[in-house]
């Protein structure tokens, strides 16, 4: 969950920007995030492009499908495919 606490509106501030961390969406069997493994069961992806990507996102701080997407590494149809695929919880 974001803290919020530092975040001050001033209708003059220029920079509204706070600290977001990275939430931590890896799996526990393999360490590697669930889109990307459900990207690699599509043959979307390969280990290494996964790998590749995780990385690219960790040097940008962004979250992991902007680096998808922005990177080339697949299209908005093939993540949306992904995320239809997963089992519904509820």
């Known amino acids: ?7 001050n509106f001033d209708p003059f501030q220029t ?8 939430p931590d969406t ?6 590697l995030p669930q889109l990307g493994i459900m990207l690699i069961d599509m043959n979307v992806l390969s280990l290494e492009r ?5 990385s690219l996102q960790r040097e ?8 998808f997407l922005e990177g080339g590494f697949c299209t ?9 695929s997963r089992p519904q919880y509820g």
């Open 76 to 84: 908005q149809d093939q993540v949306i495919m992904a995320l239809r």
């Open 26 to 31: 890896a799996t526990e069997e393999t360490g």
């Open 15 to 22: 920079d509204y920007s706070f600290n977001y961390q990275l």
């Open 50 to 54: 996964l790998e590749e990507a995780i």
């Open 1 to 7: 969950m974001t803290d919020f606490a530092n975040f």
């Open 60 to 67: 940008q701080n962004v979250p992991l499908v902007q680096v």
